[in-house]
């Protein structure tokens, strides 16, 4: 069993292609597993082929990214991001509208793939106008999943027309899903966070509930053994290492402060999350 899991991290990224070796050594040495997300069909197969060719604890997930939806118009980083590191154009190269088609789900069938996704709605990095291609996409990864029997990777963020993404992505997965999902980097309100809690959903959290305090709410009141712990690096490392590249071995700093909120043990908490990801992505 691993000291850590970091369900959502991007070590594929070209963020880490000068040192990808030794931000996997320093992992393994750490104990911590990993699964890397893919956000279009050339990061999914990078995340697999990183996963073939890794040790023992890394995995992949294959999905389009909402903000990928032919259409979206979004910014490559985040304001203030450091390290950025993802491709980020709008569609697929020579894909008039990107979907779910056969190297998708060629790829979702391979043994070290644990989820689909990220999928989900973006209203905040892509216009909301997009919102019907967005959902098109998104229920093709729903289906897809479905039929394979994986879990959701889900990305959901709302913007600032007041328009719930959240909610929306709610009522489809309540229309079309099969099988359960995991809602990454959760952002939203507690009475948000409890339409996914009660349809057996669990919820991850970043670096940013370590200099934040918009999160404390929903993770003192989500049962412990609805939580997963992630990186979603390269971005928003943790502090102390806020401000740099973030990497997996950094969620242990989550880790700790979801422990500090709670006000239980670090170790129970680190035990239990493990716990978590392990039943949620059916490893180890």
């Given at each position: 069993m691993p000291a850590y899991f970091d369900a959502h991290a991007h070590v594929q990224f070209p963020a880490y292609d000068e040192d990808r070796a030794a931000v996997l050594r320093r992992a393994r040495e750490a104990e911590t597993w990993m699964v890397n997300v893919g956000t279009d069909l050339q990061t999914s197969r990078d995340a697999v082929a990183l996963a073939d060719h890794a040790h023992e604890g890394v995995f992949a997930t294959v999905g389009i990214?909402?903000?990928?939806a032919c259409g979206a118009?979004?910014?490559p980083c985040e304001e203030g991001n450091v390290a950025c590191g993802a491709r980020m154009s709008p569609c697929e190269e020579g894909n008039v509208a990107p979907g779910v088609n056969e190297a998708y789900q060629m790829l979702a069938a391979h043994e070290k793939v644990v989820a689909i996704g990220e999928c989900g709605l973006d209203y905040y990095r892509a216009d909301e106008t997009t919102r019907t291609e967005q959902e098109a996409v998104f229920v093709e990864q729903i289906e897809l999943a479905n039929m394979l029997e994986k879990p959701l990777m889900l990305h959901i963020r709302s913007g600032s027309s007041g328009r719930s993404a959240y909610r929306d992505a709610f009522e489809i997965l309540k229309a079309h899903a099969q099988v359960l999902g995991n809602v990454h980097f959760f952002a939203g309100s507690w009475e948000?966070?409890?339409?996914?809690?009660?349809?057996?959903?669990?919820?991850?959290?970043?670096?940013?509930?370590?200099?934040?305090?918009d999160y404390d709410e929903t993770i003192k009141n989500t049962p412990l053994d609805r939580l997963l712990s992630e990186t979603d690096c390269p971005y928003v490392a943790p502090v102390p290492h806020r401000g740099k590249r973030n990497e997996p071995v950094y969620v242990s700093e989550v880790v700790k402060k979801i422990a500090e909120i709670k006000g239980v043990a670090h170790?129970?908490?680190?035990?239990?999350?493990?716990?978590?990801?392990?039943?949620?992505?059916?490893?180890?």
């Open positions: 990214h909402p903000t990928h118009r979004m910014s948000e966070a409890q339409l996914f809690l009660d349809i057996g959903f669990t919820l991850s959290f970043t670096g940013v509930i370590t200099f934040a305090r170790e129970e908490v680190a035990e239990q999350l493990v716990r978590n990801a392990q039943r949620f992505f059916k490893v180890g």
